[in-house]
């Protein structure tokens, strides 16, 4: 009884913020403390699904950026990784994954936007990718490192001594052991690209407009009832990514 109780309650308080952004993208003309005594409309709702919508369009960018970044920051840090832990010595290379986490986004995009100016990148699609790539792929290198153990390297070495090449051993040896590895930082990458508002803001200067930049932009505008809208659609793709990663763990990992 005391186990259903506190699952209920800790239910309670993981739906109330999403409770809380579905009333507000109903809501018109609300005032504190009345809660329904004012009008209800489905008015942004159907903005929503207009043609011209921008929040229509943001998603797209945000989910086309976010699939993107996690694809390729998985697959570069994934072998990045193990030319790291394999034939480095030093540890500098690694320390030096830690580097855009040292310091705040918006002083990063600052200290790139420089370079990004000089190659015509600032304020196009390209130059947000590759600046949410240098914050994914050290992320990337970090997560696999620990991943190129001797038992791996071991495999290779029989992998080899059996007549295979790299991509027998890739194959064979190497992705069976990852792959429950490789969805979670899959995942994680597409969750830091997709939250990601300081160098999409900083560098796309306003033109590439994600679902975050759309959200702090209703926010600013006073606009309570459109940034709760974007807000809940902000919220759903994590939470379908929560509940795939959580699916994939149960039948594929813990099982095996």
């Known amino acids: 009884m005391t186990r259903k109780i506190s699952i209920t309650f800790l239910l309670l308080i993981f739906l109330q913020p999403l409770l809380v952004l579905l009333y507000l993208s109903f809501s018109t003309q609300w005032h504190y403390p009345s809660l329904f005594a004012h009008p209800f409309t489905t008015q942004h709702w159907q903005t929503l699904l207009s043609e011209s919508s921008a929040l229509i369009k943001s998603i797209g960018i945000s989910i086309m950026i976010s699939t993107l970044v996690s694809f390729v920051a998985t697959g570069m840090g994934f072998f990045i990784s193990r030319g790291i832990a394999y034939y480095t010595k030093s540890r500098w290379w690694l320390t030096s994954a830690y580097f855009p986490y040292v310091i705040a986004p918006v002083v990063l995009a600052v200290m790139l936007n420089f370079y990004f100016l000089k190659m015509g990148l600032t304020g196009t699609f390209a130059g947000i990718l590759l600046a949410q790539l240098l914050i994914t792929i050290p992320y990337s290198v970090i997560f696999f490192h620990s ?110």
């Open 147 to 256: 991943f190129w153990s001797s038992t791996i390297l071991e495999r290779e070495y029989l992998v080899a001594t059996l007549g295979g090449n790299f991509m027998t051993s890739l194959r064979h040896a190497i992705l069976p052991s990852a792959k429950g590895l490789l969805v979670v930082c899959y995942f994680q990458c597409y969750l830091i690209s997709w939250f990601e508002y300081g160098l999409t803001q900083y560098i796309g200067v306003g033109k590439v407009e994600t679902l975050t930049i759309l959200v702090y932009r209703y926010i600013s505008e006073a606009n309570p009832y459109l940034a709760a809208l974007a807000g809940l659609l902000l919220l759903i793709p994590p939470l379908v990514l929560l509940f795939v990663n959580r699916s994939f763990f149960i039948q594929n990992v813990w099982k095996s």
